[in-house]
């Protein structure tokens, strides 16, 4: 039998994982082509796998109580969401998602529709995937279950320094750009084609983009920046163009 502290560890693999390829299919759908959805690089969600780790532990009293399992869940998780996404903005200066367009949203972080479907998520995870989850695990042998779980560790905490690496990275490109642009305004009259002559100017520059910022942009195409909300734009417009060549 796995310890407790390691049935969590391997639950949250398995929901991070889980919601992977849930937004993954559904986010490639949408846009038509393959995207590896997500702030980190690995197949994995860890919103999603914190969500139902969280969900699992606030509904354990309320098992067999349907809508208490909806509504606690829902709280949780929305809860999560929003601080996991505030958090985010205040560190990095760019919304990984924003809600800023949909109904009844809170700072663009969580919105009532998403909240909704926390909710039923709760029921289905809590009534459905979760027991068959633990069936499933149970048929791995238990020593190559702890294997897998620690290679998992060792590739996730690798996998989460680089691509806060590459946030920060995005950030200071973000500051630099928008120092430059401002620069630049402050420097040139108004013309009309004004935005046509800085896209111009960006075609020109020699400037190196990392890849592991082109990857961070296009695992996160809806990514948007309240701070530097212009020099994302300009930024995303320009890999596009550099995607299309």
């Known amino acids: 039998m796995l310890t407790k502290w390691m049935t969590w560890i391997v639950l949250f693999f398995s929901y991070s994982i889980l919601g992977w ?21 690995g197949p994995w969600l860890p919103i999603y796998g914190s969500g139902a780790v969280i969900i699992l532990m606030i509904t354990a009293p309320a098992r067999d109580h349907i809508v208490l399992i909806y509504l606690s869940g829902m709280i949780g998780a929305t809860v999560l969401e ?6 985010m903005e205040k560190l990095f200066h760019v919304r990984y998602w924003d809600y800023s367009q949909k109904p009844l949203n809170v700072n663009g972080h969580i919105c009532l529709g998403v909240s909704l479907g926390w909710g039923v998520f709760s029921v289905l995870l809590v009534k459905g995937i979760h027991p068959a989850m633990l069936c499933f695990l149970s048929l791995i042998p238990t020593p190559v ?63 190196t983009l990392r890849p592991r910022i082109v990857s961070l942009l296009h695992r996160n195409p809806t990514a948007t920046s309240q701070k530097y909300r212009e020099a994302l734009r300009d930024l995303k417009e320009r890999l596009e163009s550099l995607r299309r060549r």
Do not use: H
């Not at 390829?21 to 690089?41: A, H, M, T, Y």
């Not at 990275?169 to 401002?182: G, N, T, W």
């Open 145 to 207: 279950l702890v294997g897998v779980n620690l290679l998992f560790c060792v590739f996730f905490v690798m996998d989460s320094v680089q691509s806060i690496q590459a946030a920060l990275d995005l950030k200071q490109m973000l500051v630099r750009l928008s120092a430059e642009r401002e620069k630049w305004l402050a420097t040139m009259p108004r013309p009309e084609n004004l935005r046509q002559k800085w896209q111009e100017l960006q075609e020109m520059r020699d400037t």
């Open 21 to 41: 390829v849930w937004e993954s299919c559904f986010v490639s759908c949408r846009k038509r082509q393959w995207i590896n959805r997500g702030f980190l690089r």
């Open 82 to 87: 929003y601080v996991t996404g505030a958090a």
